[in-house]
């Protein structure tokens, strides 16, 4: 195998924390989610920077999942994190969540998520085709399949003339 020189995987997830960037900048801007769309962002908790309440530590030593919907304030973007009060127990708490500490990001009312670990697996591999990664957000568990590289699924590039869209 032939390693990887241009760095895939570290370009792979500076733009899925673009993409979160993006979505969080549309919400801070409006000052709220639309229709129905929320946010379920899962970060571990033992990364670096990570601020939440010892309570919250205590609670979830390993992993979190948070939900931005209806109840949030104080949503910041900066460019290495964000951060964002909500209220846990009906007492605002402010959270500050690096980007490097998120695990997945999904938007169910539109079926769209990104699975940083499953992100990592996006290399050549020999694994079954058939393999799910299993996220549990929030209380209800969903599957993203994940398409991998092997030789048996290996397709040429198709090349789309732009003039075709042109009008």
């Given at each position: 195998?032939?390693?990887?020189?241009?760095?895939?995987?570290?370009?792979?997830?500076?733009?899925?924390?673009?993409?979160?960037?993006?979505?969080?900048?549309?919400?801070?801007?409006?000052?709220?989610?639309?229709?129905?769309?929320?946010?379920?962002?899962?970060?571990?908790?033992?990364?670096?920077?990570?601020?939440?309440?010892?309570?919250?530590?205590?609670?979830?030593?390993?992993?979190?999942?948070?939900?931005?919907?209806?109840?949030?304030?104080?949503?910041?973007?900066?460019?290495?994190?964000?951060?964002?009060?909500?209220?846990?127990?009906?007492?605002?708490?402010?959270?500050?969540?690096?980007?490097?500490?998120?695990?997945?990001?999904?938007?169910?009312?539109?079926?769209?998520?990104?699975?940083f670990l499953a992100q990592n697996d996006v290399t050549t591999s020999t694994k079954?085709?058939?393999?799910?990664?299993?996220?549990?957000?929030?209380?209800?568990e969903t599957s993203m399949q994940k398409k991998r590289i092997t030789p048996d699924?290996?397709?040429?590039?198709e090349i789309v003339s732009l003039s075709e869209f042109k009008k």
């Open positions: 195998m032939n390693s990887d020189l241009i760095g895939y995987n570290k370009l792979m997830s500076k733009a899925m924390i673009n993409v979160i960037i993006d979505v969080l900048s549309f919400i801070k801007d409006r000052n709220h989610i639309p229709g129905e769309h929320r946010l379920y962002i899962s970060f571990s908790t033992k990364k670096k920077n990570v601020i939440i309440p010892a309570k919250l530590k205590e609670k979830f030593p390993d992993k979190m999942t948070i939900v931005l919907q209806h109840q949030f304030q104080d949503l910041e973007i900066k460019e290495n994190y964000f951060s964002v009060t909500l209220h846990f127990d009906n007492i605002p708490e402010k959270i500050t969540i690096p980007y490097g500490a998120i695990t997945s990001f999904f938007d169910p009312a539109v079926n769209f998520g990104i699975d079954n085709k058939n393999d799910e990664n299993k996220t549990n957000i929030g209380n209800r699924n290996k397709r040429s590039a």
